[in-house]
């Protein structure tokens, strides 16, 4: 049965083997999808140019490497107006601190996930925030103390749950 994206449940268990593992051997991969290697790594070809896989990156465990500041902070606009969602998006996107930033309905519009080297590198980047012509009405900045949990969904059971 074919998913309503293109794609079957072996292309699933590809995409879930590399989610989990990253780049793997055509053997490897083969072997977790229980797949013949060249068929296998046919898909995985296609599924690549097709834009289902945008990269490869490694885990880092950050706290072993540096000692870092990780604040999460809410947004939210002074308009509801696209061109003003487009020029904070297009800033954000080009703010090598800010890790993640997701878009939300309700009562703010963003949240973000930033790590500096300390609190001070922190502020002088929401101060530089706030002196762009980006519209914010308002934030709220909350300082994390630990990591709890930072993953990826599980794929394959989305995808079932998905069906049902």
Same mark, same amino acid.
């Given at each position: 049965?074919? #998913? @309503?994206?293109?794609? %079957?449940? +072996?292309?699933?268990?590809?995409?879930? !083997?590399?989610?989990?593992?990253?780049? *793997?051997?055509?053997?490897? $991969?083969?072997?977790?999808?229980? *797949?013949?290697?060249?068929?296998?790594? /046919?898909? $995985? &070809?296609?599924?690549?140019?097709?834009?289902?896989?945008?990269?490869?990156?490694?885990?880092? !465990?950050?706290?072993?490497?540096?000692? !870092? +500041? @990780?604040?999460?902070? &809410?947004?939210? *606009? &002074?308009?509801?107006?696209?061109?003003? =969602? %487009? @020029? =904070?998006?297009?800033?954000?996107?080009?703010? %090598? #601190?800010?890790?993640?930033?997701? /878009?939300?309905?309700?009562?703010?519009?963003?949240?973000? +996930?930033?790590?500096?080297?300390?609190?001070? !590198? =922190?502020?002088?980047?929401?101060?530089?925030?706030?002196?762009?012509?980006?519209?914010? %009405?308002?934030?709220?900045?909350? =300082?994390? &103390?630990?990591?709890?949990?930072?993953?990826?969904?599980? *794929? /394959?059971?989305?995808?079932?749950?998905?069906?049902?």
């Amino acid at each position: 049965m074919r #998913e @309503r994206q293109g794609l %079957d449940p +072996t292309d699933i268990r590809i995409l879930s !083997a590399v989610q989990k593992h990253g780049q *793997l051997s055509k053997t490897k $991969l083969a072997e977790l999808v229980n *797949l013949s290697a060249t068929p296998c790594w /046919a898909r $995985l &070809t296609r599924l690549r140019a097709a834009g289902y896989i945008r990269g490869y990156h490694a885990d880092i !465990a950050l706290e072993r490497v540096v000692d !870092a +500041t @990780r604040v999460v902070v &809410t947004v939210s *606009l &002074t308009h509801h107006r696209k061109s003003d =969602f %487009d @020029r =904070f998006e297009t800033y954000i996107r080009s703010i %090598d #601190e800010v890790i993640n930033c997701v /878009a939300t309905g309700g009562g703010i519009d963003y949240i973000m +996930t930033l790590v500096t080297p300390n609190l001070s !590198a =922190f502020q002088a980047l929401m101060d530089d925030l706030l002196s762009e012509d980006l519209a914010v %009405d308002r934030y709220m900045t909350y =300082f994390a &103390t630990r990591l709890i949990k930072a993953e990826q969904p599980n *794929l /394959a059971k989305l995808v079932a749950q998905n069906r049902l």
